[in-house]
């Protein structure tokens, strides 16, 4: 409702004060620990190529190292001047047990997983995953991984290379004081902006100063006050739950700006089954494969920590083109309302300020969005790394708090 009474140098003032907040934390992030901590297993094998099983065992763990990771490169012995490529499919069989603080072990799940994975070379094979484990019940992990199938290589193998992926120990303690502080802030935002409106009738209330009253108490569950409980109790329940929120949070943005564009131009009755109805249809759709991959995945994992997307490919292929299909649904019908709004209202005095401000929010949020996700994906954002999955790097912190938030609707 202040909208109106701003000039040009608070207009600037607001986007300054935006970008030098971002700043502060991209340098938190730049200057902050690393967010994955390593380390590699080197295995030898025998000119003849008849393996025997490889014995594994993680560093000591904590509840502050989160996920674990066990990934696998085969290194071939071949001339550096070959450009050949291929692909063949390897059977893995991988057991999995978890060693207490008083040295016993235990098998977890008490079978024997096999999995098809596809191993990919050309200069140098792609890396596997060979187990994710979502929460940490034992204080170390102890893995036996066999292979076969290996000997139909063109090429002889020269070593196996293992390694071990978890988060960094200090970079958890600083997300828990990030998001905490976040968490401040996001409450004490709410609060003065329930305390600026309460002079005001409801009715009286524009669009935008509706929704900013359902989006900022989904923004402190965005945050997620609950995610220290991810380091008190070892269950997938706090992890799900933060997942839960961040998806709800940025489904609500699209339905916002959906409903924002379209609501300018009816300043009448908005009903529910014209006005609404599309719009949480189509933002549904996409809210519900987002959450219907991370249950299905957290549920495959919790029988299986050698699932993977990649391998159920027939269901995997299916959600990814149904996403698509429905975010390509997205994008064209918001471009439609900013067509409209904008050829419509853009004479109008205090609509087209409305236009001009929430286009301009809207765009910087969009490209710093699409900046991260290439960051973090490349050009590959679309095709195996749909999923989140440790396929590639997290750099810096920041990247880190970010990108698995974006990934649910990406």
């Not at 149904?322 to 205090?350: D, G, H, K, Q, W």
Request: one cysteine or more; charged letters at 15%.
């Amino acid at each position: 409702m202040r909208l109106y009474t701003l000039s040009k140098r608070h207009f600037v003032l607001v986007f300054v004060v935006f970008f030098i907040c971002f700043g502060l934390t991209v340098f938190i992030g730049i200057a902050g620990p690393n967010v994955i901590e390593s380390s590699a297993v080197i295995a030898k094998v025998n000119n003849n190529l008849k393996m025997r099983p490889f014995k594994l065992k993680s560093n000591p763990l904590s509840t502050y190292n989160q996920q674990l990771w066990l990934t696998c490169m085969v290194q071939l012995d071949q001339p550096d001047v070959t450009e050949s490529s291929f692909k063949l499919n390897v059977t893995m069989t991988v057991k999995l047990r978890g060693v207490e603080e008083n040295g016993s072990s235990s098998f977890i799940n008490n079978q024997v997983h096999n999995r098809m994975r596809t191993l990919s070379c050309a200069q140098k094979c792609a890396e596997i995953i060979v187990v994710h484990l979502g929460y940490l019940n034992y204080t170390q992990y102890e893995v036996i991984v066999d292979f076969e199938g290996l000997n139909k290589l063109p090429f002889p193998i020269k070593n196996v290379n293992f390694t071990w992926k978890t988060y960094n120990p200090s970079f958890s303690q600083v997300e828990i004081w990030f998001r905490f502080v976040f968490v401040v802030l996001t409450f004490l935002v709410t609060c003065l902006f329930a305390h600026s409106l309460r002079k005001f009738s409801m009715r009286d209330w524009g669009i935008e100063q509706k929704w900013m009253s359902i989006l900022l108490p989904l923004l402190l569950l965005y945050n997620d006050p609950f995610f220290p409980l991810s380091f008190l109790v070892n269950s997938w329940f706090p992890g799900m739950l933060d997942d839960l929120f961040q998806s709800v949070f940025l489904c609500a943005l699209l339905l916002f700006w959906l409903c924002v564009y379209h609501g300018i131009r009816v300043q009448g009755e908005r009903k529910c089954l014209t006005f609404y109805f599309p719009k949480f249809f189509i933002v549904g759709l996409l809210w519900l494969s987002c959450v219907t991959l991370g249950i299905w995945q957290t549920v495959n994992e919790l029988h299986d920590p050698t699932y993977q997307y990649r391998v159920d490919t027939g269901n995997f292929q299916g959600m990814k083109i149904f996403f698509l299909m429905v975010a390509t649904v997205y994008i064209l019908y918001l471009l439609f309302l900013i067509v409209r709004a904008c050829s419509e209202l853009r004479n109008m005095p205090y609509v087209d300020l409305r236009l001009k401000f929430l286009t301009a929010l809207t765009f910087v949020v969009l490209v710093i969005s699409i900046v991260i996700l290439y960051l973090r994906f490349g050009s590959q954002v679309l095709q195996d790394n749909f999923v989140a999955e440790l396929s590639t790097h997290y750099q810096n912190y920041i990247l880190s708090l970010w990108l698995p938030a974006i990934e649910k609707c990406c």
